[in-house]
């Protein structure tokens, strides 16, 4: 299985409007790939809070329909980032999508975890509550998104609902870069599955990004890693791997938290 990851620099000096269309036209370059994966919040900046509201689309607005028309020219399972969604009966939310090789809808999830603390994302956006996995033909796919990343028991969710390659768009910062890489390998190694985690790169709303998205295989290992800037990472992987593993070191079946309780 191919896969791109598209490490798309974010930087006020472009327009949303400019972006989509030159992301669109990378994702057309990527023809040839099983699955294109693009970071969270592109359009604005995960951390360019003050335009969320401004930013924010209807779950089929204009990035769906440029993203879905992208995923049907190059033919490729596309998962397009995250964008702040309006929901027109609720808050926003902060909500990735993912577009089958026709451009049809194949999931949508809105993150759970939202970072900030008191401000921000936190306090602007509202918290999803569904996990989500897409079905692709070479792998089921589990849906996170940056903060997500220090939550392993929402992986192990995905990992129950069949999860065997987990995918996470980020905003991460570059002053924590190094938790990045540590919990990305964590969420690999702990699941054994693979994990296919893209970052931003430039700066948003003041904050640099950590760029290094990276993919990690069921053991753990680090198969590919990006620079710091704008950069297509392109790794192919066998996705049975994730069944060998699990058969040859059956750790998730001695799971006992989390599980019904056992008998005595």
């Known amino acids: 299985m191919r896969a791109s990851l598209l490490q798309i620099d974010v930087n006020e000096t472009e327009s949303v409007d400019s972006r989509r269309v030159r992301v669109a036209a990378l994702v057309r370059e990527q023809a040839g790939a099983d699955l294109v994966v693009l ?19 209807p779950l089929e607005g204009p990035t769906y329909e440029v993203m879905a028309k992208a995923a049907s020219d190059a033919g490729v399972w596309l998962h397009a ?6 929901d027109p009966e609720g808050p926003l939310y902060n909500t990735s999508l993912v577009f089958s090789p026709s451009g049809e809808l194949a999931g949508a999830y809105r993150k759970i975890h939202r970072f900030g603390f008191d401000k921000g994302e ?26 997500d990343l220090r939550f392993p028991e929402l992986f192990r969710g995905l990992v129950d609902a069949g999860a065997e390659t987990l995918v996470l768009p980020a905003g991460w910062p570059e002053r924590r870069r190094s938790h990045w890489t540590l919990l990305a390998r964590a969420r690999a190694v702990e699941n054994q599955a693979y994990v296919l985690a893209c970052g931003t790169a430039g700066t948003h709303a003041g904050v640099p990004q950590a760029g290094h998205s990276i993919v990690v295989d069921p053991w753990g290992e680090v198969l590919a890693e990006a620079g710091s800037g704008e950069e297509v990472l392109t790794v192919e992987f066998d996705p049975a791997r994730v069944g ?21």
């Not at 592109?42 to 003050?50: D, Q």
């Open 81 to 86: 980032g995250s964008i702040p969604e309006r």
């Open 244 to 264: 060998v593993t699990r058969e040859q070191f059956p750790a998730l079946k001695d799971r006992v938290l989390g599980l019904e309780t056992p008998r005595r």
């Open 39 to 57: 970071p969270e919040l592109w359009t604005t900046g995960a951390f360019a809070y003050e335009g969320f509201g401004a930013e924010a689309e």
């Open 122 to 147: 936190a306090v602007l956006m509202g918290a999803g509550a569904e996990l989500v996995t897409v079905r692709l033909p070479e792998t089921t796919i589990g849906l996170a998104t940056c903060y």
